[in-house]
């Protein structure tokens, strides 16, 4: 078997036993959860429900569940029901055709489950256990007796795992508590998961379950996400887990960090033109996106991000090219992306480093997250500044995690903290003085770039200011713009040499069509002078196309000595000399093609 991810989810609201309270949560419980597992960019997993079933399609469901599974597999299995405890102390799960006074019968006994978990050759097994626990049904009595000591995970005590990286449980509630719905529920009340599955889903779904923000929610992190969310919502409920691990266990990915805007559709009319059958309306649409994708209203700009993505998928090759070096302005471009403080005093109050964020402001808007704890970042207007806590001395050498709205970047920072050694700044721009940290950061925190932020009170100017060197402020370079300005002429130029052989050979067909058998188009074509221009426009438009590679190349090695406004330029130029010289190459072979096979015909 291929590696796979499998979930069962079983729940039981209705029963047919009267003793048995009915729930109103795992009906919610089983939606919400189907739809995060399910999701293919936060679990990942192949779900299955089962709702309301007898206790003997738990047990076939449940053991169908386990076998037949490979070590790279990964196993989820949820229960959302009433559970109950027997006389002799055993935990059952009920279902709905549940007999009280006969367990062994009608439910799914615990020590089932566990053989179940235990034999599996999955390398991975997770249970969550959300279950209203009742003590147990004293013989020839309805009701439920008041509950005595509950302890679920005595059921699962912890084995030695057969293969992989082992199993966890986890559960709700324990002893003599009861998972509570929240409040009583009126019949017009909209029905909402149960504290601990809506703490599971809203976890996984904001990526906020992510505690150590490495891109991966790992079930301790989960387990502590729910643990602190279902104790803030009910006092009187303490989730419990227990495991036997080898190892992390990932459940999902975490979408904690990312940037989310609300795109505003591009307008009808230009949607209509991105699905027009002309190649030219296409590539006019494509430009206007383009446009758009540069506008300072984020949702707009967003919104033409999304229609280039699409076309750069599915369009043909001339315009999905376009779409891509369109979207290619949007990525994070930090500027410098490596930041060396030198030596530096122990305790010492750091300068600031900036950073500039290229582009425009969908390229700028991103949230940067510290992959360390010594690190400090501060949003600015243009991008960002970064110091260092130099409270412990050593090397320090870590990155900020940039994420934007299409791809991600990372900063990395160097310095050595050392006692009693004066500061030796390393390369990378300046902002004066750092602020004396107030305390240590959370390597958890993230920064939102080129958002609005309260500007802080006035400080005093330093005395002296540095002066900046030409190595942390590069000299502006107009090659680029040189070179993308004699692509657009020489695109211009094969086009214009483009009509004029079009001109000219319309010329020579009409001339050769009244000359009869004894005409020779070669010579109309000759005469009309068709060639010279066609051999000009495929000279002019192939060296277009390679000035366009090498203007894009020093933008792109060299985007520190560029103004955001020459390498906004650069673009635009390129990209319009691009979509001249493409389409006026192609005529122009098929042109040349069509005189070589068929001169001699006519």
Same mark, same amino acid.
């Given at each position: 078997m291929t590696d796979s991810r499998h979930a069962l989810i079983i729940a039981n609201d209705q029963y047919a036993d009267q003793g048995l309270k009915k729930l109103e949560a795992p009906a919610q419980d089983a939606a919400s959860l189907e739809r995060v597992l399910h999701d293919p960019q936060i679990g990942d997993f192949e779900v299955k429900?089962?709702?309301?079933?007898?206790a003997d399609l738990m047990r076939r469901r449940v053991e169908s569940f386990f076998n037949d599974r490979s070590r790279a597999d990964t196993l989820l299995l949820h229960f959302s029901c009433h559970?109950?405890?027997?006389?002799? !102390?055993?935990?059952?799960? *009920?279902?709905?055709?549940?007999?009280?006074?006969?367990?062994? &019968?009608? &439910?799914?006994?615990?020590?089932?489950?566990?053989?179940?978990?235990? @034999?599996? /050759?999955?390398?991975?097994?997770?249970?969550?256990?959300?279950?209203?626990? !009742?003590?147990?049904?004293?013989?020839?009595?309805?009701?439920?007796?008041?509950?005595?000591?509950?302890?679920?995970?005595?059921?699962?005590?912890?084995?030695?795992?057969?293969s992989g990286r082992g199993w966890a449980v986890i559960t709700a509630s324990d002893?003599?508590?009861?998972?509570?719905?929240?409040s009583k529920l009126s019949e017009n009340s909209a029905l909402r998961p149960s504290v601990f599955t809506h703490a599971v889903v809203e976890g996984l779904e904001t990526g906020e379950a992510d505690l150590d923000a490495d891109g991966t929610v790992s079930v301790d992190d989960l387990y502590e996400y729910v643990y602190r969310h279902v104790r803030e919502q009910n006092p009187h409920q303490t989730p419990k887990k227990t495991a036997e691990l080898r190892g992390d266990l990932h459940l999902a990915h975490s979408r904690r960090g990312r940037i989310k805007i609300v795109a505003v559709p591009s307008p009808p009319s230009l949607q209509a033109a991105l699905n027009s059958g002309d190649v030219l309306t296409?590539? @006019?649409?494509?430009?206007?996106?383009?446009? /758009?994708?540069?506008?300072?209203?984020?949702?707009? &700009?967003?919104? $033409?991000?999304?229609h280039l993505e699409e076309v750069a998928r599915n369009d043909i090759q001339q315009i999905a090219d376009l779409a891509s070096d369109a979207l290619s302005e949007i990525r994070l471009a930090p500027s410098p992306d490596r930041l060396d403080f030198g030596l530096v005093s122990r305790g010492s109050s750091q300068r600031k480093l900036s950073v500039a964020m290229q582009g425009p402001p969908l390229a700028r808007h991103c949230v940067a997250q510290p992959k360390h704890s010594w690190l400090r970042v501060d949003p600015t207007p243009s991008g960002l500044e970064v110091y260092v806590d130099t409270a412990a001395e050593g090397h320090l050498s870590g990155d900020i995690v940039l994420k934007g709205v299409a791809d991600e970047s990372l900063i990395h920072v160097e310095a050595k903290v050392e006692a009693g050694r004066r500061t030796e700044p390393g390369p990378g721009p300046s902002n004066g003085s750092a602020r004396p940290s107030s305390g240590p950061a959370d390597k958890r925190d993230t920064v939102v770039v080129g958002a609005p932020r309260i500007p802080p009170p006035p400080e005093m100017p330093p005395l002296t200011t540095a002066p900046r060197t030409p190595t942390n402020q590069p000299s502006p370079s107009r090659r680029a713009p040189?070179?993308?300005?004699?692509?657009?002429?020489?695109?211009?130029?094969?086009? $214009?040499?483009?009509?004029?052989?079009?001109? *000219?050979?319309?010329?020579?067909?009409?001339?050769?069509?009244?000359?009869?058998?004894?005409?020779?188009?070669?010579?109309?074509?000759?005469?009309?002078?068709?060639?010279?221009?066609?051999?000009?426009?495929?000279?002019? !438009?192939?060296?277009?196309?390679?000035?366009?590679?090498?203007?894009?190349?020093?933008?792109?090695?060299?985007?520190?000595?560029?103004?955001?406004?020459? &390498?906004s330029g650069t673009s635009a130029l390129t990209s319009v000399a691009k979509g001249l010289a493409i389409p006026a190459l192609i005529l122009g072979v098929l042109a040349e093609i069509t005189y070589l096979v068929g001169s001699a015909k006519w």
């Open positions: 429900v089962v709702r309301n079933a007898s559970g109950l405890k027997s006389e002799s !102390g055993e935990l059952y799960f *009920a279902a709905s055709d549940t007999e009280p006074t006969l367990l062994a &019968a009608t &439910a799914v006994d615990s020590q089932f489950v566990r053989s179940c978990m235990s @034999g599996t /050759r999955a390398g991975s097994t997770v249970l969550f256990l959300d279950c209203c626990y !009742g003590g147990a049904f004293s013989r020839g009595s309805s009701s439920v007796r008041a509950s005595g000591d509950v302890h679920v995970l005595e059921s699962f005590a912890k084995d030695e795992p057969v002893s003599m508590e009861y998972a509570f719905e929240g296409r590539q @006019g649409a494509v430009m206007e996106l383009r446009r /758009r994708l540069q506008h300072p209203e984020l949702p707009i &700009a967003e919104g $033409a991000r999304q040189a070179l993308a300005g004699a692509a657009l002429a020489l695109a211009v130029t094969a086009v $214009a040499t483009l009509v004029l052989a079009i001109q *000219a050979v319309v010329l020579a067909v009409r001339e050769r069509s009244h000359e009869g058998p004894s005409g020779n188009v070669e010579d109309n074509l000759r005469a009309h002078g068709a060639l010279t221009p066609l051999i000009v426009c495929l000279i002019t !438009g192939a060296v277009a196309l390679v000035v366009v590679a090498f203007a894009r190349h020093d933008l792109r090695t060299r985007r520190e000595h560029y103004t955001e406004r020459a &390498a």
